[in-house]
């Protein structure tokens, strides 16, 4: 099966900027995420979508980043305005709510934001 | 919520022995562990995990363990190899049903 998806791979932008990711998570998959990851250290969950309905964003900087999952399937992540600290690799996994692999969590190969 | 710690932050050892990297997680209601590996510059991949029901389980030179009355887990590689090398997370899934990551451990094989 194709892996998760997500574009651009790099983006460099200056502060107060707006950046978009996208994301295609693995087909029949209902569950998406959005992770940060800061150089050195783990994943950090920003919002969690079931289907297009958000189950979890209680980490997510909503003053200034904004997520949707218009029809259940692809997904966008933007940041408006950026700031220095946005810097980090930005993650999107999936995973299938039914079956023995329920909980195992498919990563795409993320999106390198810079912002100087 | 979920507290992931994780130990050692770094970790070398000599290709052929062994390496054992050790999580601890505040959440006694958590139960499901993975592990993941990261490669420079790679997506995250699962390599193992264990379900709260289970203490131990084994795949070929990797095996996670669990203690759920100390609240700790961890990942042993035996027969290590330079293609171990690279950046391995715990994680611990929670009452909230969210994934909370370890801050990785730096494992290195040398040849």
């Known amino acids: 099966e194709a892996g998760v998806a997500q574009s651009p791979r790099y983006k460099i932008i200056e502060k107060r900027q707006s950046v978009a990711f996208w994301c295609n998570p693995i087909?029949?998959?209902?569950?998406l995420y959005w992770y940060q990851q800061i150089l050195g250290q783990g994943p950090k969950l920003l919002i969690q979508?079931?289907?297009?309905?958000?189950?979890?964003d209680s980490q997510l900087p909503k003053d200034r980043f904004s997520a949707e999952r218009l029809k259940g399937v692809d997904s966008t992540l933007k940041i408006q305005p950026a700031k220095l600290e946005d810097s980090a690799v930005y993650l999107c996994?999936?995973?299938?709510?039914?079956?023995?692999?329920?909980?195992?969590?498919?990563f795409g190969p993320g999106t390198r934001l810079t912002v100087t | 919520g979920e507290n992931v710690e994780q130990h050692p932050s770094t970790l070398s050892v000599q290709e052929g022995d062994s390496a054992v990297i050790k999580c601890t997680y505040s959440?006694?209601?958590?139960?499901?562990f993975p592990w993941y590996k990261q490669e420079l510059g790679k997506r995250p991949q699962l390599i193992i995990d264990i379900r709260s029901n289970v203490g131990e389980k084994k795949d070929q030179r990797i095996a996670v363990t669990l203690n759920k009355t100390a609240k700790h887990f961890s990942l042993h590689i035996t027969e290590t190899q330079p293609e171990d090398s690279a950046v391995y997370f715990c994680a611990a899934r929670g009452s909230n049903y969210k994934l909370t990551f370890g801050k990785g451990t730096l494992l290195t094989v040398n040849p």
């Open positions: 996994a999936s995973s299938s709510p039914r079956g023995r692999g329920s909980y195992e969590q498919y």
């Open positions: 959440d006694s209601a958590s139960n499901y």
């Open positions: 087909s029949g998959h209902a569950t």
């Open positions: 979508f079931q289907n297009n309905g958000v189950v979890d």
